[in-house]
């Protein structure tokens, strides 16, 4: 029994880290100029060092409330999305 309450317990932390997750923010608003390829956590470590402009310029979205919390989910869900995002943006860069 308390083997299960702590599997719900770590699926609710997980969920609510999901929630404000820089990859899940960055890839809905995809767009041609934008990047995929590991882009949640490079707007995480954008946030960290405080380069608001390369935020505004190149992903045009809110960066996360908590990004050295958020980096380490970010850089799982991108490694676990590179086969989707990696052939995505190798075709705009060969064709537009």
């Given at each position: 029994?308390?083997?299960?309450?702590?599997?719900?317990?770590?699926?609710?932390?997980?969920?609510?880290?999901?929630?404000?997750?820089?990859?899940?923010?960055?890839?809905s608003?995809?767009?041609?100029?934008?990047?995929?390829?590991?882009?949640?956590?490079?707007?995480?470590?954008?946030?960290?060092?405080?380069?608001?402009?390369q935020?505004?310029?190149?992903?045009?979205?809110?960066?996360?409330?908590?990004?050295?919390?958020?980096?380490?989910?970010?850089f799982?869900?991108?490694?676990?999305?590179?086969?989707?995002?990696?052939?995505?943006?190798?075709?705009?860069?060969?064709?537009?």
């Amino acid at each position: 029994m308390n083997n299960i309450i702590a599997r719900v317990m770590i699926a609710g932390g997980m969920l609510i880290c999901l929630s404000g997750c820089g990859t899940l923010r960055t890839v809905s608003v995809a767009s041609l100029e934008r990047p995929r390829v590991y882009s949640g956590t490079r707007l995480d470590y954008y946030a960290i060092v405080g380069n608001v402009e390369q935020i505004e310029t190149e992903f045009k979205v809110k960066p996360t409330e908590h990004p050295f919390l958020d980096i380490p989910f970010s850089f799982v869900l991108d490694t676990v999305a590179l086969p989707l995002t990696y052939p995505v943006s190798l075709y705009e860069a060969l064709f537009y």
